[in-house]
């Protein structure tokens, strides 16, 4: 059932990291059960926003709202159901390596537990049936038992998907959810998160360092450059001016090259493997 309408609203929100400021004076209202994709190049403040949302870090100035709340002034346990609302997938999937496949769905469970029994480490038959019906969903309910490190991107991304909901979510952030996935697995990955959308009527937002990709699958595309919203429109309005807009003089209208968006680690390596003069783009790869 879609969970009840609430906006996410972002009033005037700046983060700074020493001198540098990663997100300036961003506002943007997203109501109930958009599908958002956050573009921009390498730099441009989009885990910064995210995390802001989530409240991983704080901002600066401005403040954040959900269904009327504040959510940038939130502490203790009212923090902690917000951060059960607005679950967060990343790019490198987040799980216990070690742990079994079920067990770290389970572990989306915990913000919905007391203490006792999250001390107990116990989860309960209807929680267990609970996640492997999420793991079912996802089809990934065959490896419910292999330790999730043996999982490949995909299918490790996938069970990222099923812990995330087991929080009961009503927003999904995800950090560039496909950046270290093959076409194939990336598809996939937003097929999924399409789904939950569409059948749930949960508000996604997401950072896609390609623009194909928001393009397919959002129905709304924010643009960033050097911490500000330069875009924010639908996929066919995102034409060569906004594209030029977002990525910078040399993006060629439309024709983006990997290198400026990618902040996916293999391809990093490909690049730096493949191309000497670029090694110096991308230190630590
Ligand atoms: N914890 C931090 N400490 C200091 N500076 C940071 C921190 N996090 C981000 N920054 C800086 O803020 C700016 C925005 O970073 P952010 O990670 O939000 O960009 P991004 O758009 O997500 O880039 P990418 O596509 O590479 O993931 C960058 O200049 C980055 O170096
Ligand atoms: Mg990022």
């Known amino acids: 059932m879609p969970a009840a309408s609430a906006t996410l609203e972002i009033r005037g929100v700046t983060r700074r990291f020493g001198k540098n400021t990663a997100v300036s004076d961003i506002s943007i209202s997203i109501p109930q059960g958009q599908m958002v994709g956050v573009i921009g190049r390498s730099g441009a403040g989009k885990s910064t926003l ?12 401005g403040s954040i709202f959900f269904d009327g709340a504040e959510v940038s002034k939130l502490q203790g346990s009212p923090l902690r159901r917000w951060q059960r609302d607005c679950a967060m997938i990343f790019q490198q999937f987040n799980l216990v390596p070690r742990l079994d496949v079920l067990t770290n769905v389970l572990l989306g469970k915990l913000n919905h537990r007391s203490t006792l029994s999250n001390l107990l480490g116990m989860f309960s038959r209807a929680e267990c049936a609970e996640a492997v019906a999420a793991l079912e969903r996802l089809d990934i309910a065959s490896a419910a038992l292999q330790p999730a490190g043996t999982l490949s991107g995909g299918q490790q991304q ?3 998907i099923a812990r995330a909901m087991m929080q009961q979510p009503r927003v999904i952030l995800a950090d560039e959810p496909i950046a270290s996935l093959d076409p194939l697995n990336a598809k996939v990955v937003m097929d999924s998160l399409q789904d939950i959308n569409l059948r749930e009527g949960i508000t ?3 950072n896609l360092h390609t623009l194909d990709t928001a393009r397919t699958y959002c129905n709304r595309i924010i643009g960033m450059a050097a911490g500000k919203v330069v875009f924010d429109g639908a996929p066919e309005e995102l034409d060569r001016e906004a594209v030029r807009l977002v990525y910078g003089a040399d993006s060629n209208g439309g024709e983006i090259s990997e290198a400026i968006t990618s902040t996916s680690v293999a391809f990093k390596r490909k690049i730096a493997a493949s191309a000497g003069p670029l090694e110096s783009a991308f230190p630590g790869y």
């Open 50 to 61: 995210l995390r802001m949302i989530n409240r991983l870090i704080d901002p600066s100035q």
């Open 158 to 160: 996938r069970v990222a």
């Open 204 to 206: 996604v937002v997401t």
